[in-house]
């Protein structure tokens, strides 16, 4: 007999495939008595946005993995993961570089009024001659990055590219990267004309970016987030865009996933976008891939591919 694993969050056709090929796969919308299924469940397979809620976990006597699809872990109680002996692996490496890429493509966006501009032709105002509003370069321009681990990094590089000059905060100073590190947040935004949110999610970085920070970075300050919407008190975001605190913000991720503050929505200095920042055919290929891999290994008794805990 197969297996018994839960699936939290849909995935790639072909990953679920190599699931359902693998294992009895049951996707919990559509299981109607977890109780009927859950002394069977070792593992689950579910995203880093989704996680494992408490209740899910304390209702799975037998759980001994939870693969998560992502990097993101602060939707797993990782405390109690340790606690139960449970282990938690997730898919680093093979996401970096979209994250990275998207955060670019959001400043882009922003800096140079794409989505406007878009709506604009297709609103047919460029034959009628209706003023738009000139972007703002964004070569040479000087970029704080908050969290310098592996999606910093490769912003950082990209950031480089365009001739920006670079700094960054983080829980320590690097000594492998080049760039200024400013341990107070505050500084960093306020030397920044741009502040790229990279860190990790979590309680240690809840709300981190509030309202003195997005004060310091300004009037003419982007802020652009490709990390976790809990990075940033959106509160104090939306407050700062509202009264012209700051010069607009582009937004994969957002504190309460699906819902977005409807202030937001009407907002031509705001390019939004649905935390899709991986969402690339190649990468989440490549993650399905870690993921199938864990969970072998977690059922042959071998070495976990990339475990957290």
Do not use: C
């Amino acid at each position: 007999m197969k297996p018994d694993i839960l699936l939290m969050e849909r995935m790639m056709p072909r990953i679920e495939k190599a699931l359902n090929d693998a294992y009895t796969v049951h996707y919990l919308p559509d299981v109607p008595a977890l109780p009927a299924i859950a002394p069977r469940i070792r593992a689950v397979v579910t995203g880093g946005g989704t996680g494992v809620p408490p209740d899910i976990m304390a209702a799975l006597p037998q759980l001994g993995l939870i693969a998560i699809n992502g990097i993101g872990t602060d939707a797993v109680d990782l405390n109690v993961a340790r606690q139960r002996n449970i282990h938690v692996t997730t898919t680093p490496g093979v996401l970096t570089d979209d994250v990275a890429d998207m955060a670019i493509a959001l400043l882009l966006a922003l800096s140079r009024g794409i989505v406007r501009g878009d709506r604009y032709v297709r609103d047919g105002k460029w034959p009628q001659g209706a003023p738009i509003p000139l972007g703002h370069r964004v070569t040479g321009r000087v970029m704080g990055i908050v969290g310098m681990g592996h999606v910093g990094r490769a912003i950082a590089r990209r950031a480089e590219a365009f001739g920006m000059r670079v700094a960054y905060n983080d829980v320590r100073e690097m000594t492998d990267v080049g760039f200024a590190f400013h341990a107070d947040l505050e500084d960093l935004a306020r030397s920044s004309e741009i502040l790229v949110v990279a860190a990790a999610g979590g309680a240690g970085s809840r709300g981190i970016v509030n309202a003195k920070v997005l004060e310091a970075l300004g009037p003419e300050g982007l802020l652009i987030n490709v990390a976790r919407g809990s990075v940033v008190d959106e509160d104090a975001l939306v407050a700062a865009l509202q009264q012209g605190r700051i010069g607009g913000a582009g937004l994969d991720v957002f504190a309460h996933e699906p819902d977005v503050p409807p202030a937001l929505l009407g907002m031509d200095n705001v390019v939004l976008q649905p935390h899709r920042a991986s969402a690339t055919v190649e990468t989440r290929l490549a993650m399905g891939e870690m993921v199938l891999k864990n969970v072998a290994a977690f059922y042959a008794g071998e070495k976990l591919l990339s475990p957290v805990v």
